[in-house]
Nanobody, 119 residues
């Protein structure tokens, strides 16, 4: 029912910044909790950030102070601003949505966008 499409990934040098976007369609965007995850080769998918229906955000310790999640309900988008990037941030980044919680098996996922941080 809900489709999510990530964009904004690419190659960036260590210490640089990148902004990811996720466009949602097929549902009432303002009713969903949104989140960002990432998965590096050989590793499990990692929770990064979530934002509530009212705009309250929560972050994993690994990205606190560096990443910021935001949503624009008028445009049906959620973004992830990534600053002070490190090579270990290299991964495929995924957008997720759920009516209840994105940290407990979110129902909808995007296809992912590659982020590569060079040293």
């Amino acid at each position: 029912q809900v489709q999510l499409v990530e964009s904004g990934g690419g190659l960036v040098q260590a210490g640089g910044s990148l902004r990811l976007s996720c466009a949602a369609s097929g549902g009432t965007f303002s009713r969903y909790v949104m989140g960002w995850f990432r998965q590096a080769p050989g590793k499990e998918r990692e929770f990064l950030a979530r934002i509530s229906k009212s705009g309250v955000s929560t972050y994993a310790d690994s990205v606190k102070g560096r990443f910021a999640i935001s949503r624009d309900n008028a445009k049906n988008t959620v973004s992830l601003q990534m600053n002070s990037l490190k090579p270990e941030d290299t991964a495929v980044y995924y957008c997720a949505a759920d009516l209840l919680s994105v940290t407990t098996q979110p129902k909808y996922w995007g296809q992912g966008t590659q982020v590569t941080v060079s040293s």
